[in-house]
């Protein structure tokens, strides 16, 4: 546009210088026709130097315009990164502070970890004598998918494994879900520990359990594995579903040690707003065998807010009078137990009334070991609400996001 306007005012100038040069010479007779010629020619560079000179203005006042315009953009630029590295070093500092919180707090919740492995660890040169085996929280490892470490030779070794590992936080929270029937929408998790090496092998539980079970050590294992599900379930925050549960297995060593217990006591109190999630499952021999002092540590786990599962069932001749005396919630049976006609024949009761027996005592039912779809096609002939096993899922390390 601005082309087609200044060629117009040149064709208008020398249009005028034109017409001067001609009209000027008849206007007045006495001018020489040069003189009129020179005076158009005059004209017209007069005129065009003048819109030469209010171009170049123009131009040039475009031009500060466009770097005023590029001073002012610059400006608010180094104002908003100026601003940007104000709130950098602000957000470094609330995540050093969040993250300085963050150790503090697991600092307070290893206290009692380590006190435990401090005193296992005076226990330990104390102890000679071998005790039975217990069962355990840790659940079996296939030999075909991690690699395993040699033997361990001695308690101290183990010892010194088992601090390593949980000072180099190498003690592995592993989760197996029960699932609704016959949705199969995950509803529980149930816990299970692993421990890594310094070469980061996992330390299979064939090697450590026998040991574990002589020096006490299942107790520290029960501890850490509660500290660890305790910390998944607050880093998940409101993402956890309230419905979602996770059980904790608790050995019977555990379970019969008084003062293990009242520490286990004092780190739960500590969890109380984590009841409606944490299932404590123990060992049917050890609920049985226990006593009333059995009895009053279950009691107060209930009176804290906590459920209670029961699993190593070997029969289904129960007494539901106990299990509800005992403030048991859930019931873990193998699938190979409740669907075995030979155990069905020698059960009192069979096994299409053991749900209603069950649901009587306000206990759920939750069949363990479920490895194909014709023993779901089998459990639901006796309309089973949950399942667990390896056909819907095997343990697998915890995430914040399950």
Known sequence: MAMVSNVLLILAYGLAAALTAVVAPQALPALDPRAGLAMGIGLFVIAAVVHETMARRGAQRALDAALGD?????????????????????LRQELTTIAADARLQVEDELAPV??????????????????????SSVAPIDPAKVPKRELVDSDEELM?????????????LYLQPVVSLPQRKVRFYECFSRLR????TVISPDQYLPLAAETGLISIIDNMLLFRCVHLIRRMGSRRSRATGFFVNISGHSLADEAFFEQFIDFLDSAR???????????????VAGGDAVLGRLARL????????????????????ALAKRKISFLKVDAEILLSPER?????????????ALGRANIDLIVEKVETERTVVDLLDYDVDFGQGYLFGEPRVAKDDI
């Not at 707003?273 to 609920?287: R, V």
């Not at 069905?344 to 209603?356: F, N, R, V």
């Open 70 to 90: 590029m001073r002012r953009n610059a400006t608010e630029t180094a104002a908003a990164l100026d601003g940007a590295r104000r709130d950098i070093a602000r």
């Open 114 to 135: 380590r006190t435990l492995l401090g005193d296992l660890a005076r226990r330990l040169d104390e102890r000679h004598s071998t005790g039975p085996r217990l069962g």
């Open 160 to 172: 010194t494994i088992v601090r390593q590992a949980l000072d180099g936080n190498r003690v592995d």
């Open 197 to 200: 090496g310094d070469d980061g």
């Open 273 to 287: 707003e984590l009841s409606d999630a944490l299932i404590f499952e123990f060992k049917a021999a050890d609920m």
């Open 302 to 321: 209930v009176g804290m807010g906590f459920r209670l599962s029961m699993d190593g069932v070997d029969s289904l001749d129960l007494d539901f009078a």
């Open 344 to 356: 069905q024949k020698e059960a009192s009761i069979a096994t299409g009334d053991l749900k209603a």
